[in-house]
C-alpha cells in the first residue's frame, strides 16, 4: 500500500468517524430551535465488502422508492441521494407540526480501489439498496504499460 492510499484510507476513516459523532451529538439537541427536523440530519448506513474481484456495497434507504434514489459514480466515489417531494395538502393551516414535506439523505463513499464503471449492478429491496462493484483489472486501468528489463 503506498503511503498517498494510507493516508487517503486513514483520512476518509477519520471522516466517517466526524460523521458518527455529529450525528449521535445531533439526536441529543432540539434540532427545531436550529431550524432542522431529525430526517434532515439522518445518514445513510453501509457495509462495505471487499470480495476480491469485487466490491459489494449495501446501504439502508428505507421510505423512499427506486425512482427517489439516485446512485452515481465519480473518480472511484460512490454518492448515493435519496430524496422525496411530499404532496402538500390545502388545509395546512391544521397541522401544529409538518415535518413530512421533504425528505432528503446523502451519502459519499470512497472506493479503496477502480471501478469498472460499466458493470456496476444495483437492486432496491425493502429500502435496502445493494450494488455490486466490479473492479476493475490493472490491464482497464489505462495508461501506458512500460515494460521493465
Excluded: C
Excluded at 440530519?41 to 446501504?59: Q, V
Excluded at 407540526?97 to 429491496?125: C, D, F, G, M, Q
Amino acid at each position: 500500500m503506498t503511503e498517498e492510499r494510507d493516508s487517503t484510507d486513514r483520512f476518509d476513516t477519520q471522516l466517517e468517524r466526524l460523521q458518527r459523532q455529529f450525528e449521535n451529538i445531533s439526536r441529543m439537541w432540539d434540532l427545531e430551535r436550529f431550524g432542522l427536523s431529525e430526517s434532515e440530519m439522518t445518514s445513510i448506513g453501509i457495509d462495505l465488502i471487499d470480495h476480491g474481484d469485487e466490491f459489494e456495497l449495501t446501504a439502508n434507504v428505507p421510505g423512499f422508492d427506486r425512482d427517489e434514489i439516485d446512485a452515481r459514480l465519480s473518480e472511484n466515489t460512490l454518492t448515493i441521494t435519496a430524496e422525496r417531494e411530499e404532496e402538500t395538502e390545502a388545509n395546512e393551516e391544521l397541522y401544529l407540526k409538518r415535518e413530512r414535506a421533504h425528505r432528503s439523505v446523502s451519502r459519499s463513499i470512497r472506493l479503496p480501489e477502480p471501478v469498472n464503471e460499466e458493470n456496476v449492478t444495483a437492486t432496491y429491496e425493502n429500502g435496502v439498496l445493494s450494488l455490486t462493484l466490479p473492479k476493475q483489472q490493472p490491464s482497464d486501468v489505462g495508461g501506458h504499460t512500460i515494460e521493465v528489463e
